[in-house]
């Protein structure tokens, strides 16, 4: 259940309205010294304990939005909270610069991208600082400054050395808008994840990422991480990674040398394969096909290419093909099976070509029964079953020849025994395949990092000489950068043609760019030493700060970026340049900012801008209200929230500041006994609930205490009280965390030098903690009849004993005999009495 609490101006009432701090002032003051003191500069020296706590990489699209600002706040309260408790903190922050936006803009304009792109970086930090975000702005860098992307640049050579980077030609993804091929991440439902266009497919040499090359591992790797990640961000890896094991099965094909090769998750099922299917668009159709035939699948190629994959492999459309006029071999019955294509096989699935079993795959059933082909059940359904294909277990039936029977056997045994006939007569082989593809990374546009190689007609691929990185763009703008179908780096020739750098004959240079996701795959590790310009980054820095303690961001990235850093850092710990394999130890995803119940947008008229929140309520109240919201990875409906509210509490809270007369350092252990155990007890849970991410009830104990203080001083506990300054003292320290300005201005009223986030954690009493007594709550018939302020250490019989003598109990039993009496020390005793 979520923990949620009503809106900040319910907590206390309004009886000390007389001052207000005025917003603009204390927002201007503060940020001028911030940005003298440098509070939050990271050092690398420091004898401190070190914590890294990371915000996912923004694209810097100018003014910061609600989205920013939720990420923001949330981020902040732990890297706040960090170095509260002694840590040396590194909170850097960046910006992705490179990108279709900026090249979108810059033809729209007429201009260079990286004109539209420092304007929105300049504007982003600065509202960012305004924002109180606690980045260490001396670690800033831009994906875009040619200083990094040498270094994104030598770090694709030297995938290449590996053999990790290749080239090959292959169906990819193409959105038609912006004019550029995507990777299978990037394409979501069907649809270009950046513009919205339907994405087709289009035959490309492209490079490519071995990511495959650590399927498993990457795999393995999030049993590491299953206690501090999102459980859905390890759902979601796990799913695409998509690790399945089963066989590779060779099928003899007449007329062709080479057996067609499939991939089956099931070749317990082998029996029923009563015909192959083939994608259509595969190179292996085209080489089947004969000659008679290939008119037929022309034709259906060119409807097969306007389809995107999420059409192509939806159950509920009827089912296409084509028969390619040639037979195979069913290994297991030795019979001939027809070899059709068709569109729910995918050219990049296994080999682009299965076994089809209608009796045990509905897709297959519904093949076979447009086409008229037989089904051959393997396995026995249920007596009562009224389906078409069954693909649940069951014992084999169907499936033996003179050399195998699998008759009776349940699924696993059936295809341990099937892999096991298959190897010994060579016909196939156990496998473990996985449903990852390997990383489509070229882009044909303009604003990215050049891919580093030089293509030449002699040496074939060459890296381009590590001392001329970083290779950079030729100045192009406005319509020389329009989309072509290719890359707009083809048209500077100048740029293109180079000499080869082995044999010193005419070359070019590849004149595609990377996709940002590799920009963006490493930039943590850069933080660490952002302006060395002898390496990538500085191995001893990294491994001195990294993983990262905590990685903030949305969960809109569980495969895309998270899934391509972890690729990154296991090649680099392969390297020998980082010692750990996992780049971000724990996780949090926080939720969306929605308004009126939908997502903010311009057509429905419930956008909400931050710079007027922020106009009007101050940062403070707006981060407040963020962060008191609830759970961090809940969406914020902006309509149910009270910024006005918050900015109530913040007075209230700023005015206890001024109430405050005892000095600076006051020994605090004489003063009011009940306010200090408040005050410590809310110290004390504070510090757990930031930890287990429960921020909103952690600025409920703030409240909480806030209350208690003003109370404590309205009924007579006094200004001059030392306990008064701690628990007003306390309140900044915990509202620095949230509420930066006010806590800083409340800080300076109590006499001290700035800054509060640098104060330290109070330190508690421990002795504070524990309770003198708690009330123990005496039910009769399951109805509260009186409350006992007892030991926490009482016995149950003393207890009992006590209840039954309490005044108001023995005048509501007044005599009736008691049947039964439940009781749970210290705080319950529950009395059931005769009818």
């Known amino acids: ?99 279709l936006p900026a090249e979108n803009a810059a033809i729209r304009n007429d201009e260079h991208p990286d004109t539209y792109t420092r304007a929105n970086i300049a504007t982003s930090i600065e509202s960012c600082k305004k924002y109180a975000a606690s980045f260490d702005w001396s670690r800033t860098f831009n994906t875009s400054d040619p200083e990094y992307y040498r270094w994104t640049q030598w770090l694709f050579l030297e995938f290449f050395k590996r053999g990790l980077a290749y080239r090959k030609n292959s169906p990819v993804n193409w959105c038609p808008n912006d004019q550029t091929v995507l990777a299978n991440e990037q394409v979501v439902g069907g649809i270009c994840d950046r513009c919205g266009a339907e994405v087709t497919k289009k035959e490309l040499t492209q490079w490519y990422f071995k990511i495959t090359d650590y399927a498993q591992e990457l795999l393995d790797g999030l049993d590491e991480l299953e ?77 097969v290419r306007k389809e995107t994959e999420i059409n192509r492999l939806s159950t509920d459309r009827p089912k296409t093909g084509v028969f390619l006029g040639v037979h195979a071999t069913n290994p297991l019955t030795r019979t001939s099976i027809p070899v059709y294509a068709a569109d729910y096989v995918l050219a990049d699935y296994g080999t682009g070509a299965i076994m089809a079993v209608p009796g045990q795959d509905q897709r297959d059933w519904e093949f076979a029964q447009v086409f008229d082909l037989p089904v051959v059940r393997t396995v026995q359904p249920p007596a009562d079953w009224e389906g078409e294909a069954f693909t649940g277990d069951g014992p084999a039936i169907n499936s033996a020849n003179d050399e195998i029977d699998l008759s009776g056997m349940g699924v696993a045994e059936a295809k341990s025994t099937t892999i096991s006939y298959l190897e010994g007569q060579g016909l196939g082989r156990g496998t473990v395949n996985f449903r990852l593809r390997d990383w489509l990374l070229s882009r044909q546009r303009y604003w990215g990092a050049p891919i580093p190689i030089i293509h030449c007609a002699v040496d074939g691929e060459v890296p381009v000489p590590e001392d001329q990185l970083p290779v950079t763009l030729p100045m192009l703008r406005g319509t020389d950068l329009k989309p072509k179908g290719t890359s707009p780096l083809g048209g500077a020739t100048d740029w293109v043609n180079v000499s080869c750098p082995t044999c010193g004959g005419p070359a070019t240079r590849d004149t595609d760019t990377m996709d940002t996701f590799v920009d963006s795959s490493w930039y943590m590790f850069r933080y660490c030493s952002p302006h060395d310009d002898h390496q990538a980054f500085d191995t001893a820095k990294v491994n001195a700060w990294m993983p990262s303690n905590l990685y903030v961001g949305g969960v809109e990235h569980a495969v895309l970026h998270l899934l391509y850093g972890r690729f990154f850092t296991k090649v680099l710990n392969d390297m020998g340049l980082v010692d750990f394999r996992e780049p971000w130890s724990a996780q949090l995803n926080q939720g969306f900012v929605i308004n009126q119940g939908k997502k903010m947008s311009k057509s429905l008229g419930n956008g909400v801008d931050l710079g007027d929140q922020v106009s009007a309520f101050g940062v403070d109240a707006v981060r407040l209200t963020l962060v008191f919201a609830g759970p961090p990875e809940d969406d914020i ?32 252990s004489g003063g009011d006994l009940a306010l200090r155990r408040t005050t410590a007890r809310t110290v004390h849970d504070a510090a757990e609930l930031v930890e287990t991410y429960r921020f909103n009830v952690m600025v409920a104990r703030a409240m909480e205490l806030v209350n208690a203080t003003r109370k404590a001083i309205d009924s007579g506990c006094g200004p001059a009280d030392p306990a008064v300054r701690e628990a007003v003292e306390a309140v900044a320290i915990l509202l620095s965390l949230v509420a930066p300005y006010v806590a800083e201005e409340m800080w300076e009223r109590l006499g001290h030098e700035p800054t509060v986030a640098r104060a330290g954690w109070p330190v508690v009493d421990e002795a504070l903690l524990v309770e003198d007594s708690v009330t123990a709550v005496v039910q009769i018939q399951g109805k509260v009849r009186a409350r006992l302020e007892v030991s926490p250490d009482i016995t149950e019989a003393d207890l009992e004993a006590a209840a039954l003598s309490d005044e108001a109990v023995v005048r509501v039993l007044d005599g009736r005999t008691v049947r039964k009496v439940v009781v749970r020390a210290p705080k319950l005793v529950s009395i059931v009495v005769e009818a």
């Open 1 to 99: 259940m979520s923990e949620t609490h009503p809106a900040p101006e319910t907590q206390a009432p309004e009886n000390d309205q007389a001052a207000t701090y005025d917003i603009e002032a204390v927002q201007t003051k503060w940020s001028g010294v911030w940005d003298e003191l440098e509070p939050f500069r990271a050092d690398d020296d420091s004898p401190r304990e070190k914590r890294y706590a990371l915000t996912m990489f923004p694209y810097p699209s100018g003014d910061l939005h609600m989205g920013h600002a939720e990420v923001f706040a949330l981020h902040d309260v732990v890297a706040r909270y960090w170095w509260q408790r002694g840590y040396e903190v590194l909170n850097p922050m960046g910006f992705d610069s490179f990108g």
């Open 227 to 303: 206690d501090t990640w999102p459980a859905r961000v390890v759902t979601t890896q796990r799913n695409w990674i998509g690790r399945s094991e089963g066989a590779h099965v060779d099928f003899a094909v007449e007329g062709r040398e080479e057996p067609i090769t499939v991939y089956t998750t099931r070749p317990d099922t082998l029996f029923g394969a009563t015909f192959m299917v083939v994608a259509a668009d595969a190179a292996l159709a085209g080489e089947l096909v004969t000659d008679e035939q290939r008119p037929a699948l022309d034709d259906y190629l060119v409807e």
């Open 637 to 668: 409906d902006w309509a149910n929230m009270s910024p006005e509210g918050s900015l109530r509490f913040l007075q209230r809270a700023w005015r206890l500041s001024n109430d405050v007369t005892s000095s600076p350092g006051a020994d605090a």
